[in-house]
């Protein structure tokens, strides 16, 4: 499934906006699903979204719905998470995964991770 690099992480006060990427390594991305978790300190890790192969089924959590949007560019191998009104709650490292399928919402469905990326919202 090839190597995955988050980025675009930082902090920023409650209310802004951060979009993340994930570039993908290897000639096979376009044929996996892509998602996106999050683990907070002390927490296990949390399904965020998820898009499918080809970008035309799309799946967010309950938490993030009508604030997150995920996409991805096949043709340049990356995927992207707008965060916008971003909450102290959304504190925590997001990760980028593939996975064989755009049903799944458990890390465990997803195969291959990248290091994630520190996003941190102040009150």
């Known amino acids: 499934q090839g190597q995955l690099v988050e980025s675009g992480g930082g902090l920023v006060q409650a209310g802004g906006s951060l979009r993340l990427s994930c570039a993908a390594s290897g000639r096979t991305f376009p044929t996996y699903a892509m998602g996106w978790f999050r683990q907070a300190p002390g927490k296990e890790r949390e399904f965020v979204a998820v898009i499918s192969w080809n970008g035309g089924s799309l799946y967010y959590a309950d938490s993030v719905k009508g604030r997150f949007t995920i996409s991805r560019d096949n043709a340049k191998n990356t995927g992207n998470l707008q965060m916008n009104s971003l909450k102290p709650e959304d504190t925590a490292v997001y990760y980028c995964?593939?996975?064989?399928?755009?049903?799944?919402?458990?890390?465990?469905?997803?195969?291959?991770w990248g290091q994630g990326t520190q996003v941190t919202v102040s009150s």
């Open positions: 995964a593939l996975g064989t399928t755009s049903r799944g919402r458990a890390p465990a469905d997803f195969g291959s």
